[in-house]
């Protein structure tokens, strides 16, 4: 047993390598254009090339499509070292969902086309899994692809697609076979994000983020745009998903603002005594970091099986449940701690560590939602980890 | 990052599985309750012919010098059986003791007849109420006819009755500072002066109120009254919290697979209850509970062994466990309805036995206390090392 990410000399190197670069050119301005989702801005593109051209984004990827060697280590300890600065690797849906899907699955012309420009940095996807009437029952989706000589048409509308707006191209599943049973129909395809027919609007988010409503219109799609075989979508969608869940929510993400918090106990007084002196703040303070650490040997136990070839299944799943529920807890106990100064927000007179866990409260609430509801996760864990029947 | 059981950790799993699933059955565990000595002779020196007794015994003492992650195994096995005896006292918590305080003339005196089954201990730090803090401690020891007198008495002391020695914390009188006034003395059971009074617990008569009056020991029983010596029994005293944890995840681990297998079986409504969401998220969060509880064991267990482990480690570790092994109970029962709450069935073995691991070696509250004051106190640099990789 062995609970070391990196182990050889080579990772190790690589770390503190890649972390000397993030020191260095990881700006407040460009976590903020990640992590607000309000889109790339030049600061951001121009960083995410600055990473593809160290190579670092190809690590784990095979060279003959970009890829600089390496294992899923690297790519993991590339995840941590952004979350661990409170940032999102650049690209990252390109990087670690779509394109993972493509080296698997992907033809052979549609790997030289894509996976070299996203190992460059070049190119980010935006998901367009969820329609207005299909959210957790996915595989009712209706959007529409037919059959129409070299290309497919498309049309019909998606939700949530959080990234479209400034993506360049759409990670769309749609049906395909409409007469098939519901997960037998669906495909996948790279659209082009500008191509003509498609309509984008915002939606506004109570956590401050844009995300868009996607709407075609008789879109055309060149078949080979097709992602491997016809009608096999949502099985590589689900494929695509443990890893998405295990990404998403490193909890060494928490740890700045935990220890922001510590240091805002320690030197601020309510009714003349220090907080950190309250045994209530104490109690929070206490349970935050263990939960943080339970999260981080969690996600261990599901890197562990990632890392030595086992596919991630109910694990994953496990793993977002708590760590999503972990991350609102955090913020309700911020809350708790700071009163009613933590509820004001960011830009404000008196606001306290700038507003953070005011949004922080509000951000976390699509955490238990989005990417899989709690109540759906924890049906997939009793269904597929323990058994029980359907 | 590798998750699998080495080699010897697979050979201590199925060993001692084969032999813990024949040796403690529902009705014996449940009959044990009302044995001072917590097991039979027999299952004991049986467990010293497998070797168990001497897992974190040094060789030269005759022991096989285990790894904690090897312990953590064992442990996780004996929770899965709600294994009563002191075994714990004896082989877990004592011999952390001992080799971490190492007094060789103590050492020889005891390792090597725990190792070989012959002696069974118990250990007595704290005070009337049960607190393991080094303030608490309140035995006092004075000088007296070349050797100490020793008074006072301790509320709750695991596996008392069963024990040949004690091994007992007493405070000194010669510093101002209760972590530099501390002596660790070993008494024999049948010492003048020392009485116990048993204690019926939720879980049996698995612990005494030890009485102090006048215990006279000799130079010969002080292990150590170094001024540093809370520095050696501190930490041992929460590796010892983590070991208790694997006993708990391994009861815990028993209770999900009852409940799950019930859960497929039983019918109500014209199907299997498992079919059923609320059953199915009751399942999940019991899941979840358990494999946090259990990852977070064998990590803080691999921190251990690379000596690695910081008090904050250990105390996030027992403090979790406890907490999420009594929701596993919870839900657990649920789960089971009014059939779990029979004392025929096996549910309210696994309830008694956790019930008192999360309080033994100092329950949620007093570990969160303990890392509140770590986490306040951290630098930078610290945290940073922390969460180096």
Request: with cysteine.
């Amino acid at each position: 047993m062995d609970f070391n990410l990196a182990t050889t000399d080579e990772d190790h190197e690589y770390r503190l390598q890649l972390g000397a670069f993030l020191d260095r050119e990881l700006t407040p301005e460009i976590c903020r254009q990640h992590s607000m989702d309000l889109g790339l801005g030049p600061e951001a593109r121009a960083f995410a090339l600055k990473l593809g051209a160290t190579g670092w984004l190809g690590r784990g990827w095979p060279e003959e499509y970009g890829g600089s060697g390496g294992t899923v280590v690297d790519e993991y300890i590339m995840i941590q070292e952004f979350a661990r600065r409170e940032a999102v690797v650049s690209n990252i849906v390109a990087r670690f969902m779509c394109g993972p899907v493509i080296l698997r699955n992907g033809s052979e012309a549609m790997k030289r086309e894509f996976l070299p420009r996203i190992a460059r940095g070049e190119i980010e996807f935006s998901l367009g899994y969820t329609e207005p009437s299909a959210g957790s029952d996915l595989a009712s989706m209706r959007m529409r692809a037919v059959d129409d000589g070299d290309s497919f048409v498309i049309t019909g509308q998606k939700m949530f697609n959080t990234q479209s707006h400034f993506a360049d191209y759409h990670w769309l599943a749609v049906r395909t076979d409409p007469e098939a049973p519901r997960h037998r129909g669906i495909s996948l395809f790279v659209v082009d994000q500008r191509a003509p027919g498609i309509t984008i609007r915002p939606i506004e988010t109570l956590g401050g983020e844009r995300t868009n409503e996607v709407f075609y219109d008789e879109v055309r799609v060149p078949k080979d745009r097709l992602v491997g075989v016809l009608n096999k979508g949502f099985y590589y969608m689900a494929e695509a998903l443990g890893y998405e869940r295990l990404i998403l929510f490193q909890s060494i993400r928490l740890v700045p603002p935990f220890r922001r918090l510590v240091s805002y106990v320690k030197t601020t007084k309510r009714s003349g005594r220090l907080l950190s002196d309250d045994s209530n703040v104490r109690r929070h303070l206490a349970q935050m970091a263990t939960e943080i650490s339970v999260a981080q040997a969690l996600e261990d136990r599901a890197f562990a099986l990632l890392k030595n070839g086992k596919p991630l299944d109910h694990e994953a799943s496990l793993f977002k449940l708590f760590s999503s529920s972990m991350r609102q807890r955090f913020a309700d106990a911020a809350l708790d701690i700071i009163g009613p100064l933590g509820r004001v927000e960011e830009g404000s007179k008196g606001a306290v560590l700038a507003g953070e866990f005011a949004r922080m409260a509000r951000a976390s609430v699509i955490d238990t939602i989005g990417g899989g509801t709690s109540e759906i996760l924890k049906s997939l864990v009793a269904t597929r980890g323990m058994g029980l029947p359907r | 990052m590798d998750i699998e059981f080495s080699e010897q950790q697979r050979m201590i799993q199925d060993s001692a599985r084969g032999f813990l699933e024949d040796a403690f059955t529902g009705p014996l565990v449940r009959e044990a309750r009302q044995n001072p000595q917590g097991c039979s002779q027999q299952n004991w020196q049986e467990m010293a012919e497998l070797g168990l007794m001497g897992i974190r015994v040094p060789e030269v003492y005759d022991g096989i010098a285990g790894s904690f992650a090897e312990l953590i195994v064992l442990l996780e096995e004996m929770g899965r059986v709600a294994m009563p005896g002191p075994f714990f006292s004896t082989a877990v918590y004592a011999v952390e003791i001992l080799t971490a305080v190492n007094n060789q003339k103590i050492n020889q005196l005891l390792l090597p007849r725990i190792a070989s089954g012959q002696i069974k201990l118990a250990v007595a730090i704290g005070d009337d109420d049960g607190d393991i803090s080094a303030s608490a401690i309140s035995i006092t020891a004075s000088p007296d006819k070349g050797g100490y007198s020793l008074d006072g008495t301790i509320g709750f002391v695991p596996n008392a009755q069963s024990a040949d020695y004690v091994l007992c914390a007493a405070r000194m009188g010669r510093s101002e500072c209760p972590q530099n006034d501390i002596a660790l003395f070993c008494i024999a059971a049948n010492t003048t002066g020392l009485g116990l009074e048993p204690l019926n617990t939720m879980n049996g008569l698995c612990a005494g109120r030890l009485v102090l009056d006048d215990v006279h020991v000799t130079s010969a029983d002080l292990i150590s009254d170094s001024r540093d010596l809370w520095s050696f029994l501190e930490p041992a005293s929460f590796r010892s919290a983590v070991a208790k944890c694997a006993e708990m995840v391994g009861a815990a681990s028993r209770i999900l697979e009852i409940a799950t297998a019930y859960a497929k079986e039983r019918q109500q409504f014209g199907q299997a209850i498992g079919r059923f969401q609320a059953i199915q998220h009751h399942c999940a969060d019991m899941l979840t509970d358990l494999d946090c509880a259990r990852w977070m064991t064998f990590k803080t267990g691999w921190l251990i062994d690379e000596g690695r482990a910081t008090r904050q480690d250990m105390a996030m570790t027992k403090a979790w466990c406890s907490q999420a092994c009594r929701r596993i109970l919870r839900n657990g029962h649920q789960v089971m309805g009014g059939i779990g709450y029979c004392e025929e069935h096996d549910m309210p073995l696994f309830f008694r036995y956790i019930r008192m691991a999360e309080a033994a070696m100092g329950g949620a509250d007093e570990h969160m206390a303990i890392i509140a004051s770590d986490v306040l106190c951290e630098t930078e640099q610290t945290v940073n090392q922390r969460y180096k990789e």
